[in-house]
């Protein structure tokens, strides 16, 4: 992790996580990174190797030059869609995150790289289906922003194992507790189509 923001991004998401595979969806508070929120962002996992932009930060979509909503994330690989899937992949199933070094070129032949993260969240309820992240550009030329830029190709990746090691080795995917204690205890309580935790409790006399 060579960016501030990445790092920034990072420690945030690990200390909501806690000793958790990942924090869910609704943990995470876009004040808690005001700073850096123009150059995060939300995938959905939309299929068994889809990974889409829900919402992209406004930095990321003026140096692309295009609202990102509903592009896939293999985008920024240019021609190593299948490379990205697989570490998006990996990313789902053991709870690890990832790290992109990625190159862009500007109408001209100008290059910029880019670091980019991808973090697991919980969604709905006890699977990965989110994921936080962020792309940042690494030693900005002084040109960047004045042309919209093209994904080119990965130059780069690697794990980022919060424990230390593969997750799959730290606890079983499936005793996965996607909530703090002490909501993993409440009960669900269902009525017309919502859904409520309870937590027991009341005032003490």
Known sequence: MKQPTTRILYD??????RNRMAPTRFEIEPSRIAPILSETFILERAGARSYQFRLA?????EHFGQ?????????IAADDTRAVVNVLD???H????AVFEVE???PDGRAAHFEAIVLPLVH???KITRYLGAISSIDPPAWLGSEPLEPSGL??????WPEGRPQAMAMQAHRQMPFAPELAAARIVRSDRRQFRILDGGRKE
Do not use: K, Q
């Open 90 to 92: 990996t990313v789902t």
């Open 67 to 75: 609202e990102l909503r509903g592009l896939d994330f293999t985008w």
């Open 57 to 61: 930060g406004t930095r990321i979509c």
């Open 155 to 160: 130059l780069s990746y690697e794990f980022i």
């Open 104 to 106: 862009a070129i500007a």
């Open 94 to 97: 053991e709870g690890c995150g």
């Open 124 to 126: 709905p309820a006890d």
């Open 12 to 17: 945030y998401w690990n200390g909501v996580r």
